[in-house]
């Protein structure tokens, strides 16, 4: 059985959604950050970077988020959460999938930890450094909202449901207390789209189990 190694409202709320859309049996393995469990060495034998997620499958050990969405996909082709090989789409899912993962989410880790790009006890630097990536993200933000305006579509990656949108959810809850620059669900675009997230039974079984507080977004 496929086990999801996670702890709630971290980047493991991807994968969770996308088992959820599945609907392929799975365990849940809660990795308590608050308790260091990630930095411990069971863990660390499991993802030596000390990240969550992991997911583990038969003899597979993956971690990095979008490798996760990317292997759900492939191994659960009936739910077509991704477009077919080949295809237009599907390059464009990847660019996306790849910007999500490598231009946004990491802005993000900036915007949540500046104490790692200043020297110790540089209070002043680090906050400087949060206002410039609360700033970025805002920009990347308006680039999602361009994007979905564009095509007018109901999901991200237009008329399909893809393993884009649990991402594109994932990290615009992420925005959801920026002090300075709007939150996510206040963009003409985004907002109605989280909302539609929102209603999907797969993404309320994730905040539930996860037994996270609203906002949600």
Request: neutral net charge.
């Amino acid at each position: 059985m496929i086990q999801l190694h996670y702890d709630p409202g971290t980047a493991a709320m991807v994968p969770h959604i996308l088992l959820e859309e599945i609907g392929a049996p799975y365990e849940r393995v809660l990795v308590p950050r608050a308790a260091k469990a990630h930095k411990q060495p069971a863990y660390l034998r499991l993802n030596p970077n000390g990240l969550i997620p992991v997911l583990v499958d038969a003899d597979l050990v993956l971690y990095e988020t979008a490798a996760i969405a990317l292997h759900l996909c492939d191994t659960h082709p009936q739910a077509r959460l991704a477009p077919p090989l080949g295809s237009a789409a599907r390059a464009h899912f990847y660019k996306w999938l790849m910007w999500l993962t490598n231009t946004l989410q990491a802005t993000l880790i900036v915007y949540f930890y500046p104490d790692r790009w200043m020297d110790e006890g540089n209070a002043a630097g680090a906050a400087e450094v949060k206002r410039h990536a609360e700033r970025k993200v805002a920009a990347l933000l308006e680039q999602l909202d361009a994007e979905l305006a564009r095509h007018g579509q109901s999901w991200f990656g237009g008329t399909q449901y893809s393993a884009l949108d649990p991402y594109v959810f994932t990290l615009c809850r992420w925005t959801r207390n920026f002090a300075n620059e709007r939150p996510a669900r206040e963009y003409s675009h985004l907002g109605p789209y989280l909302q539609r997230m929102l209603e999907r039974p797969a993404v309320a079984r994730m905040l539930a189990t996860e037994k996270l507080a609203p906002p949600f977004v």
